[in-house]
């Protein structure tokens, strides 16, 4: 995938945050972009697209936990998001769930990305246990929601993100926390945009996230110096976002990426695989990629994303459908050594498949346009409603 | 009592014929019925000529065998999403100021106000006075008599595409028989359920059909709004088909036997189970699974409905609600769903001036019908009334 196409978009106060800790990483790469209610927060915010909502609501100055307000906001000012939408493939969203803009606002945007045709990524921090009621119920109310939408949902627990490093200085913890959520999102983009020595792309990763009913976890290990990998492999092993390797036990599909420099050895890939192998379970479905990054020179990182339960009939189901929309008149494209994505949604939908089952009641007949939308297509399927056999 | 008038509405899901009466306490009996399917209509407009032509004939005989009348000359209702409304305005210099404005002034600011460009393929169905504006004194109901110097007129302007409405028409032709007017389904609609209590406090009407949905907005007695979508019935009927991967025909009589658009909750032992048949396999699937498809559809069309309506800012005016007619309404559940989208009570309407109907075509399916020939009861009545009243009551009904 053209790394062009990716649109990392942070919103709400935490999203942005995470998205600084990316852009800090890295200069080139994807289009970042940081969606907010909050003026100053903005203004601190460091990548160049920023993108100013609900002025007009809120006097510049956020929404203050208020989810309507936050939904309101981005209805007013999709058309200063839409044209980053436009033109990406995959939409990376990363929100901090609990918030006024980031709850509110995020479903808005991932409705305009459908409709848009951008796979969708979202990664979405949860609220701390003492951040109140109020907060963890508005991210719970908004989890499913957000996976009805996204192709793919990796929620992050605050409260097992700072256990590890709870101890530290606030600042310092946050700083931390969000460097940890930026790197592993910036190992996912990388992982789908720059193709491996062992290659995994955005197709095995839907694949991983999508049996697993669209939700999963992810937890990483960081080492460096001589011992880099056994390192890597301990700090993976004993994080909290793995309750000290106890969910991996159980996990029924993980995906790992290891990130390393050029000085990446295939003994070290061994050493972490048969670490992780052997405390997985037999069946476990595992696949793992390798991406050569040279700020990584002497260090490693390992990122998985994983979950306890997981559906292989979803998936084949999914990718039965998938074949059904590409008639194979068109040769499928081989393969190459870059990462493979599926085309964009809109240009599958256009094709034999909507005219020749969806609206065979209206055939011969004017469509009906409102709005922009081909009403003749069931709505349930327009608004990305899952039917229950 | 007057001669008998004939309604036709060529519906989507069916052609229905209506022979009505009017009586001498004013009250119309149907004296004969005819309806026949399928009618090769889709979303209103014809697709299939020879198909519409069959049907209506049908439909025609039969109307003619239960009324033991001749038919020579009918009243159509049309609908479609080419069909929509605009304001317009036009102005005229009273003749004599001091002598107040007369009917002449009245005639010539109507005739201007009627004058609306449109595009070459479009044609104009009703015009509907809305207010006279006397020299900056708005909304005046009736000017006659009134001093000053500049007359406005503030119309609304239903039209449609001149091709589907000749179409329609043409198939009623080719029987012999006139068309002595056409009249826009909502209107009808609004006609046959509405009363002057609820037009006067504000009130909308709308009624999903098999292939459209039409509305028309009332406050204070005068139109506010009037359209129609090419949405409805056919389009819930198509969604259960490909949610279930079943026959149109099928998903047809499942939605009539258990469509509901409150979703129900989720119990994998309350199934529907369609048998197997020739050519069809036979299928299950869950009643939540059922009205979650069928929500996603009416609630979707009921919001659209709502959106106009928000966009011409009637909606602000509506002390008397909604009311829902028209073969949709008989889905279950759908008033609550109506309640939750405009947040005013939703009912279903009941029609007003007509006695003695027989069980089987009492139902919101034939409201438009039964609307039609209200509509043209008045129109006939004030021919031969051709004086002021006459022309009052002409402008209202918008000839």
């Given at each position: 995938?053209?790394?062009?196409?990716?649109?990392?978009?942070?919103i709400?106060?935490?999203?942005?945050?995470?998205?600084?800790?990316?852009?800090?990483?890295s200069?080139?790469?994807?289009?970042?972009?940081?969606?907010?209610?909050d003026?100053?927060?903005?203004?601190?915010?460091?990548?160049?697209?920023?993108?100013?909502?609900?002025?007009?609501?809120?006097?510049?100055?956020?929404?203050g936990?208020?989810?309507?307000?936050?939904?309101?906001?981005?209805?007013?000012?999709?058309?200063?998001?839409?044209?980053y939408?436009?033109?990406?493939?995959?939409?990376?969203?990363?929100?901090?769930?609990?918030?006024?803009?980031?709850?509110?606002?995020?479903?808005?945007?991932?409705?305009?990305?459908?409709?848009?045709?951008?796979?969708?990524?979202?990664?979405?921090?949860?609220?701390?246990?003492?951040?109140?009621?109020?907060?963890?119920?508005?991210?719970?109310?908004?989890?499913?929601?957000?996976?009805?939408?996204?192709?793919?949902?990796i929620?992050?627990?605050?409260?097992?993100?700072?256990?590890?490093?709870?101890?530290?200085?606030?600042?310092?913890?946050?700083?931390?926390?969000?460097?940890?959520v930026?790197?592993?999102?910036?190992?996912?983009?990388?992982?789908?945009?720059?193709?491996?020595?062992?290659?995994?792309?955005?197709?095995?990763?839907?694949?991983?996230?999508?049996?697993?009913?669209?939700?999963?976890?992810?937890?990483?290990g960081?080492?460096?110096?001589?011992?880099?990998?056994?390192?890597?492999?301990?700090?993976?092993?004993?994080?909290?976002?793995?309750?000290?390797s106890?969910?991996?036990?159980?996990?029924?599909?993980?995906?790992?990426?290891?990130?390393?420099?050029?000085?990446?050895?295939?003994?070290?890939?061994?050493?972490?695989?048969?670490?992780?192998n052997?405390?997985?379970?037999?069946?476990?479905?595992?696949s793992?990629g390798?991406?050569?990054?040279?700020?990584?020179?002497?260090?490693?990182?390992?990122?998985?994303?994983?979950?306890?339960?997981?559906?292989?009939?979803?998936?084949?189901?999914?990718?039965?459908?998938?074949?059904?929309?590409?008639?194979?008149?068109?040769?499928?494209?081989?393969?190459?050594?870059?990462?493979?994505?599926?085309?964009?949604?809109?240009?599958?939908?256009?094709g034999?498949?909507?005219?020749?089952?969806?609206?065979?009641?209206?055939?011969?007949?004017?469509?009906t346009?409102?709005?922009?939308?081909?009403?003749?297509?069931?709505?349930?399927?327009?608004?990305?409603?899952?039917?229950?056999? | 009592?007057?001669?008998?008038i004939?309604?036709?509405?060529?519906?989507?899901?069916?052609?229905?014929?209506?022979?009505g009466?009017?009586?001498?306490?004013?009250?119309?009996?149907?004296?004969?019925?005819?309806?026949?399917?399928?009618?090769g209509?889709?979303?209103?407009?014809?697709?299939?000529?020879?198909?519409?032509?069959?049907?209506?004939?049908?439909?025609?005989?039969?109307?003619?065998a239960?009324?033991h009348?001749?038919?020579?000359?009918?009243?159509?209702?049309?609908?479609?999403?080419?069909?929509?409304?605009?304001?317009?305005?036009?102005?005229?210099?009273?003749?004599d100021?001091?002598?107040?404005?007369?009917?002449?002034?009245?005639?010539?600011?109507?005739?201007?106000?009627?004058?609306?460009?449109?595009?070459?393929?479009?044609?104009?169905?009703?015009?509907?006075?809305?207010?006279?504006?006397?020299?900056?004194?708005?909304?005046?109901?009736?000017?006659?008599?009134?001093?000053?110097?500049?007359?406005?007129?503030?119309?609304?302007?239903?039209?449609?595409?001149?091709?589907?409405?000749?179409?329609?028409?043409?198939?009623?032709y080719?029987?012999?028989?006139?068309?002595?007017?056409?009249?826009?389904?909502?209107?009808?609609s609004?006609?046959?359920?509405?009363?002057?209590?609820?037009?006067?406090?504000?009130v909308?009407?709308?009624?999903?059909?098999?292939?459209?949905?039409?509305?028309?907005?009332?406050?204070?007695?005068?139109?506010?709004?009037?359209?129609?979508?090419?949405?409805?019935?056919?389009?819930?009927?198509?969604?259960?088909?490909?949610?279930?991967?079943?026959?149109?025909?099928?998903?047809?009589?499942?939605k009539?036997?258990?469509?509901?658009?409150?979703?129900?909750?989720?119990?994998?032992?309350?199934?529907?189970?369609?048998?197997?048949?020739?050519?069809?396999?036979?299928?299950?699937?869950?009643?939540?699974?059922?009205?979650?498809?069928?929500?996603?559809?009416?609630?979707?069309i009921?919001?659209?409905?709502?959106?106009?309506?928000?966009?011409?800012?009637?909606?602000?005016?509506?002390?008397?609600?909604?009311?829902?007619?028209?073969?949709?309404?008989?889905?279950?559940?759908?008033?609550?769903?109506?309640?939750?989208?405009?947040?005013?009570?939703?009912?279903?309407?009941?029609?007003?001036?007509?006695?003695?109907?027989?069980?089987?075509?009492?139902?919101?399916?034939?409201?438009?019908?039964?609307?039609?020939?209200?509509?043209?009861?008045?129109?006939?009545?004030?021919?031969?009334?051709?004086?002021?009243?006459?022309?009052?009551?002409?402008?209202?009904?918008?000839?």
């Amino acid at each position: 995938m053209n790394q062009h196409k990716v649109c990392i978009m942070g919103i709400g106060g935490g999203g942005g945050k995470i998205i600084d800790r990316i852009s800090a990483l890295s200069a080139d790469g994807p289009v970042l972009v940081v969606v907010n209610t909050d003026i100053r927060a903005l203004e601190d915010a460091s990548p160049s697209r920023k993108i100013k909502i609900g002025q007009i609501r809120t006097g510049g100055s956020g929404t203050g936990g208020n989810v309507e307000l936050g939904r309101l906001s981005a209805e007013d000012d999709i058309d200063k998001i839409k044209p980053y939408l436009k033109n990406a493939e995959l939409l990376i969203l990363v929100v901090a769930l609990g918030g006024g803009t980031g709850t509110g606002a995020t479903q808005v945007i991932l409705e305009q990305a459908k409709r848009d045709g951008c796979h969708i990524l979202c990664f979405v921090t949860t609220p701390f246990t003492f951040e109140g009621e109020t907060r963890i119920d508005c991210a719970k109310k908004a989890l499913p929601d957000l996976c009805k939408v996204s192709d793919a949902v990796i929620s992050i627990p605050n409260d097992l993100l700072f256990e590890s490093i709870g101890r530290n200085k606030m600042s310092q913890a946050f700083i931390k926390a969000d460097e940890t959520v930026g790197t592993a999102i910036r190992s996912i983009w990388k992982l789908i945009t720059h193709p491996g020595y062992i290659n995994l792309d955005f197709a095995d990763l839907l694949y991983t996230v999508r049996g697993a009913g669209g939700a999963c976890s992810l937890a990483y290990g960081a080492g460096k110096g001589h011992n880099k990998a056994q390192n890597a492999i301990n700090e993976l092993l004993e994080s909290c976002l793995t309750k000290q390797s106890t969910l991996l036990a159980v996990a029924k599909v993980a995906m790992i990426s290891i990130v390393g420099g050029e000085d990446l050895t295939i003994k070290e890939v061994g050493d972490i695989m048969g670490k992780l192998n052997s405390i997985f379970s037999k069946d476990t479905h595992v696949s793992m990629g390798t991406i050569i990054d040279d700020a990584w020179r002497n260090k490693i990182m390992i990122t998985i994303i994983f979950s306890d339960s997981w559906n292989s009939k979803i998936v084949v189901e999914e990718k039965s459908n998938v074949q059904k929309e590409e008639p194979s008149l068109i040769p499928l494209p081989q393969k190459t050594t870059g990462a493979k994505i599926p085309k964009k949604r809109k240009e599958a939908q256009s094709g034999l498949r909507l005219d020749a089952n969806i609206k065979k009641r209206f055939d011969g007949v004017n469509p009906t346009i409102l709005y922009g939308e081909d009403m003749d297509i069931p709505a349930f399927k327009r608004h990305g409603i899952k039917i229950p056999e | 009592m007057s001669a008998a008038i004939v309604a036709v509405e060529m519906g989507t899901s069916k052609i229905i014929v209506l022979v009505g009466e009017v009586r001498d306490d004013g009250r119309i009996a149907i004296i004969g019925v005819g309806e026949s399917s399928p009618s090769g209509i889709r979303k209103g407009e014809v697709v299939s000529i020879g198909k519409t032509g069959a049907c209506l004939r049908n439909a025609l005989a039969a109307a003619e065998a239960s009324s033991h009348i001749s038919l020579k000359s009918v009243y159509l209702s049309i609908a479609g999403g080419h069909i929509n409304s605009t304001i317009n305005e036009g102005s005229t210099i009273i003749v004599d100021p001091e002598m107040g404005v007369n009917i002449a002034d009245i005639d010539e600011v109507i005739k201007v106000a009627k004058t609306v460009s449109l595009d070459q393929n479009q044609k104009v169905i009703h015009s509907l006075s809305r207010y006279f504006t006397i020299d900056g004194q708005h909304q005046v109901i009736n000017p006659e008599g009134m001093e000053g110097n500049k007359l406005s007129l503030e119309m609304m302007i239903l039209y449609g595409h001149n091709g589907c409405i000749k179409n329609t028409m043409n198939v009623i032709y080719d029987k012999d028989i006139d068309v002595a007017d056409v009249v826009f389904g909502g209107l009808c609609s609004a006609q046959a359920v509405l009363s002057k209590e609820q037009k006067d406090a504000g009130v909308v009407v709308i009624d999903i059909g098999g292939g459209t949905t039409d509305y028309a907005a009332y406050n204070d007695s005068i139109i506010a709004a009037a359209g129609s979508l090419a949405l409805g019935g056919d389009h819930v009927t198509n969604d259960i088909a490909f949610a279930f991967n079943i026959p149109i025909a099928r998903a047809e009589e499942i939605k009539k036997e258990y469509g509901s658009t409150i979703i129900s909750s989720y119990d994998p032992e309350n199934k529907i189970s369609l048998p197997p048949q020739v050519g069809f396999t036979g299928k299950s699937f869950s009643h939540h699974a059922l009205s979650t498809v069928i929500n996603a559809r009416v609630d979707e069309i009921l919001k659209i409905v709502k959106k106009r309506l928000d966009e011409t800012g009637v909606m602000d005016h509506i002390g008397a609600g909604v009311v829902l007619t028209g073969g949709c309404a008989k889905l279950n559940g759908i008033d609550i769903l109506a309640n939750d989208i405009f947040g005013v009570p939703c009912t279903f309407g009941k029609l007003n001036n007509v006695g003695g109907l027989p069980s089987a075509i009492d139902g919101p399916e034939y409201v438009t019908c039964y609307g039609l020939i209200e509509y043209a009861a008045k129109a006939e009545s004030t021919i031969s009334h051709p004086g002021l009243w006459g022309k009052i009551i002409r402008r209202i009904l918008g000839q």
